[in-house]
């Protein structure tokens, strides 16, 4: 029996969807840090992890259902997409009295309202530079362990596996090149590893809980199987 296309190409156009849209939410959220209690430790945890970490569920699934090849031109094009943006916002800031070349401000527009919207886009500009280091370096490794993974894994199809290994590989990269770079200028070095611990803790709970299921579910529909909603039958030790 063939399998329809048409759900492999839904399945790649929304992996790509949540894939650039998880990148963008990420950026603009991860100024704002949040922080909760463990073992009576506060663990730092910018609000931009849980959406950043949807984008390593939509690389695996893209280099499963088809290479390593469609996976690494969507980081790519994730990358040009984050650099485009980045310059979009520095250019909306304009100069110190929120003047855009091209345009003249209105009236209304006060200092105040300025200093608020340069608050928090101009951190946002190191958010952008930290996720292009971060971004590059992790999630191209992630699609590349996990190809690995898949060649190692030839007869025995472990999805499960290479999907979690790779996935905590990429999310341990991430957050450390991530929160050392964007946050260096303002954390101590206790603070940056307790932010590195907090985001990776949420980031490995997320990959083992809710990634998983997801990524069976999306590979399942991709493949035309009939009941790829059954995330309940899969069976992880046969893949």
């Known amino acids: 029996m063939s399998i329809p296309i048409d759900r492999k190409i839904q399945t790649l156009i929304i992996c790509c ?3 650039m849209g998880s990148l963008v939410v990420a950026d603009f ?7 909760f209690m463990l073992f009576d430790q506060g663990l730092l945890i910018p609000m931009g992890t849980f ?8 690389t695996d699934i893209i280099s499963e259902l088809f290479d390593r090849v469609h996976a690494v031109f969507i980081v790519w094009f994730g990358v040009v997409l984050r650099f485009l943006l980045m310059l979009y916002i520095y ?10 070349a091209l345009f003249s401000m209105p009236v209304f527009w006060s200092s105040e309202q300025q200093s608020h919207y340069e608050f928090v886009f101009s951190a946002s500009i190191m958010i952008f530079i930290a996720g292009f280091v971060a971004i590059i370096v992790s999630s191209l490794l992630d699609v590349y362990v996990f190809h690995y993974l898949k060649e190692k ?3 025995k199809n472990l ?7 790779s996935t905590l590989f990429g999310q341990l990269i991430n957050s450390t090149l991530f929160i050392a770079i964007a946050f260096a200028s303002i954390l ?8 590195i611990s907090g985001q990776l803790l949420i980031k490995w709970i997320i990959a083992f809980f809710v990634d998983t299921p997801l990524a069976y579910t999306f590979r ?10 059954a995330i309940w039958k899969i069976e992880f030790w046969k893949g």
């Open 188 to 195: 101590s070095i206790k603070e940056i590893i307790l932010a």
């Open 51 to 58: 959406a950043f970490a949807a984008t390593f569920l939509s």
């Open 159 to 165: 999805f499960w596996l290479r999907n979690n290994v």
């Open 153 to 155: 894994h030839k007869g």
């Open 17 to 19: 969807l949540i894939f």
């Open 91 to 100: 250019w909306s800031i304009g100069d110190d009295n929120g003047q855009v």
């Open 220 to 229: 399942n529909y991709g493949n035309g199987n009939k009941q790829w909603y």
């Open 29 to 35: 959220t991860s100024v704002k840090l949040v922080e």
